[in-house]
């Protein structure tokens, strides 16, 4: 069965850098975008950005933009979630999520918690 698990998340200061990992098994991760969204207390989650299965096409939501970077390592089946000049409106449970095109089911994983503040 598909799993992803999310790992990483912290409390980080204004301005700092965390690297979220999420680690993928029960399909073929190679041919999967992956996507990064969050949920902060009380929003709707909303999609953070996403990366295509080779990784040549990445797009970010125009608040991450030019801050956070998603790779991922297929030989690990992983993705990452490189985040920059973290601000405290970027405090939120991050979610990876990958969608299984044949029944165009969305799964997600458990989330990890992101705290950015002084």
């Known amino acids: 069965q598909v799993q992803l698990v999310e790992s990483g998340g912290g409390l980080v200061q204004p301005g700092g850098s965390l690297r979220l990992s999420c680690a993928a098994s029960?399909?073929?991760?190679?041919?999967?975008?992956m996507s990064w969204y969050r949920q902060a207390p009380g929003k709707e989650r909303e999609l953070v950005g996403f990366?295509?299965?080779?990784?040549?096409?990445?797009n970010y939501a125009d608040s991450v933009k030019g801050r956070f970077t998603i790779s991922r390592d297929n030989a690990k089946n992983t993705v990452y979630l490189q985040m920059n000049s973290l601000k405290p409106e970027d405090t939120a449970v991050y979610y990876c999520?990958?969608?299984?095109?044949?029944?165009?089911?969305?799964?997600w994983g458990q989330g990890t918690q992101v705290t950015v503040s002084s």
């Open positions: 990366i295509t299965s080779a990784g040549g096409t990445t």
């Open positions: 029960g399909f073929t991760f190679s041919s999967r975008t």
């Open positions: 999520s990958t969608i299984q095109a044949a029944t165009m089911l969305r799964y």
